[in-house]
Nanobody, 127 residues
Framework: QVQLVESGGGLVQAGDSLRLSCAAS????????MGWFRQAPGKEREFVAF????????DYADSVKGRFTISRDNAKNTVNLQMNSLKPEDTAVYYC????????????????????WGQGTQVTVSS
């Protein structure tokens, strides 16, 4: 069992930055691939970013590529999402999620492949 707790959300203006963090409870955190997803009101949850268990491979949705950076610190059991140049369309509840095992784009971009989820943190970007 892995418990995930997100933090760092808030209300910002377009162009600002935010850094989201996700703290994991399990000491075997380094075994888990981690993803960030988001869900805007009235929309389905969508993939945002991915980082492999070792941290050597990352990937992003096209909508955030070049603006968001995912990173992890396995010694501290944390994964972060640095969000720069925020836009109003980035407004959503952001979730971190974890799974152990298979790695491919078609796998990690699908939310149903993740086993553990945080409660989410709200990010609101005003224009």
């Amino acid at each position: 069992q892995v418990q995930l707790v997100e933090s760092g959300g808030g209300l910002v203006q377009a162009g600002d930055s935010l850094r989201l963090s996700c703290a994991a409870s399990r000491r075997t955190f380094s075994n888990y691939a981690m993803g960030w997803f988001r869900q805007a009101p009235g929309k389905e949850r969508e993939f945002v970013a991915f980082i492999r268990s070792s941290g050597d491979i990352t990937d992003y949705a096209d909508s955030v590529k070049g603006r968001f950076t995912i990173s992890r610190d396995n010694a501290k059991n944390t994964v972060n999402l640095q969000m720069n140049s925020l836009k109003p369309e980035d407004t959503a509840v952001y979730y971190c999620a974890a799974y152990e095992g298979y790695y491919s784009r078609s796998y990690y971009e699908r939310d149903y492949n993740y086993d553990y989820w945080g409660q989410g943190t709200q990010v609101t970007v005003s224009s």
